[in-house]
């Protein structure tokens, strides 16, 4: 399809572009930032004046449920949540069941996705086998079959000699390990932060030290091995102070941070408040002023959902009971918006969090510059709206952000060039 966007404010991180132009697509790719090529006939037009037109979001942590628990959500739902947020493409962590350590998952997981047709799903492949932390996964064969990455999830790996063994495999295979960062068993049984607010409600609690252990740990087999490493999910300042420390010393190491840990602390668990339990926990608000520095500073790259989709049940139980977990892709995009409000960001290092920071960590594009894929989100950023969960696209509504009031609504997505998402099919 040959398409103009017309009169937007482009804003591409990749390239150094800020101004108001047009943008013309053809073949699934940009043909032209500016004025249109002669003789070139869009056959749709997108009248963009008032609104921002930037590159499609990267999420680097977004669990679709699929395979395996479909009663959650599906690759279907997910991605089509995900369009309708400005999000082109999605990291899919390899704690699927069964297991991505195989190229068979890997090629059904992008294979729903292209059925789909809303968003591009990349997947990481398993660090060891089954997750379980014992054997090396088959990283040369998930390399061979598109994986971006190897990760172990969340099953931590207790033998440091496994960890070493993995570390120089994927180095060996140029390949970057996505890491989570919790020692678990200092984490064992825990569902809060521990400190005042665990205590007053009687939660068992995660310290801080469960995460800056396991950073220290990874970081002394990362110096040894070489390996490019990525730190997942950081929540506590120590641990981001950490990382810029090994960043300046020229380790391969960058990070992201989930989008509701800059936002939420321990204090809006509130009276058991399920929505806010989270893996890593919410922690102090110094922790969280701490991740806002790093992200301005840049030793944070990346903005993530950490979408994990829940059904209804999932957070009824007592809290300690109830699954962790948010679903987060609908608010990535404004919760990072609603930074540049608040003066941390500007609106082009605000979307580069969300897309060229992210694209880059997996090793991806995401630019406007003629030639490169249009894969585009188009939001208009002064237009109102408040989140509810029968407004909700993804199947999980489980949202501590519900009822809140955002500022930033999408209109159009385009991934490869074709409209994913435009609200006036709503």
Not at 19 to 42: C, M, N, Q, W, Y
Not at 305 to 314: F, G, K, T, Y
Not at 409 to 422: D, E, I, P, Q
Request: aromatic share 4%; hydrophobic share 40%; net charge negative.
């Amino acid at each position: 399809m040959r398409l103009s966007i017309l009169g937007g404010r482009v804003i591409d991180p990749a390239n150094g572009i800020d101004r108001i132009t047009d943008l013309h697509i053809a073949s699934g790719k940009v043909l032209a930032v500016g004025e249109a090529p002669a003789g070139f006939e869009a056959g749709r037009v997108i009248d963009a004046r008032g609104q921002v037109v930037c590159p499609g979001l990267v999420d680097l942590q977004a669990r679709l449920r699929e395979p395996g628990q479909e009663n959650k959500a599906t690759i279907a739902s997910e991605t089509r949540a995900a369009a309708r947020a400005g999000i082109t493409t999605l990291v899919c962590p390899p704690d699927t069941d069964p297991v991505t350590d195989t190229p068979a998952v890997v090629d059904l997981i992008r294979h729903r996705a292209t059925q789909a047709g809303f968003a591009r799903v990349v997947s990481l492949g398993a660090l060891t086998k089954n997750l379980q932390g014992e054997q090396l996964a088959e990283m040369s064969a998930l390399k061979n079959a598109g994986c971006v990455g190897v990760s172990n999830a969340h099953h931590a790996i207790a033998s440091t000699e496994v960890m070493r063994r993995a570390m120089e495999y994927a180095a060996n295979q140029d390949m970057p390990v996505f890491l989570h960062a919790q020692d678990p068993w200092l984490a064992a049984g825990g569902c809060a932060h521990e400190g005042m607010v665990s205590v007053r409600l009687g939660l068992p609690g995660i310290p801080e030290a469960a995460e800056t252990i396991a950073v220290a740990r990874e970081l002394h087999l990362i110096e040894q091995t070489g390996v490019r490493a990525h730190f997942c999910q950081l929540s506590s300042e120590r641990a981001v102070n950490m990382i810029a420390r090994a960043q300046h010393d020229g380790l391969p190491v960058s990070a992201d941070v989930a989008a509701h840990q800059l936002f939420l602390t321990e204090m809006d668990i509130g009276f058991f408040d399920s929505h806010c339990h989270v893996q890593p926990p919410l922690r102090t608000q110094r922790d969280r002023d701490g991740l806002r520095e790093a992200l301005r500073r840049g030793s944070i790259s990346a903005i993530c959902s950490d979408h994990q989709p829940l059904d209804r049940d999932a957070k009824l139980a007592p809290f300690p009971s109830s699954e962790p977990g948010i679903s987060g892709l609908e608010t990535l995009l404004v919760l990072t918006l609603r930074l540049v409000d608040e003066g941390l960001l500007s609106l082009p290092q605000a979307i580069a969090c969300i897309s060229q920071g992210p694209a880059g960590i997996i090793g991806l594009s995401a630019g406007l510059g003629v030639g490169e894929r249009a894969d585009i989100c188009i939001f208009d950023p002064e237009q109102y709206w408040e989140l509810g969960a029968e407004g909700m696209a993804s199947q999980g509504k489980n949202s501590p952000f519900l009822g809140w009031e955002f500022k930033g609504r999408v209109t159009h997505t385009l991934l490869a060039g074709r409209l994913s998402f435009s609200s006036e099919s709503l």
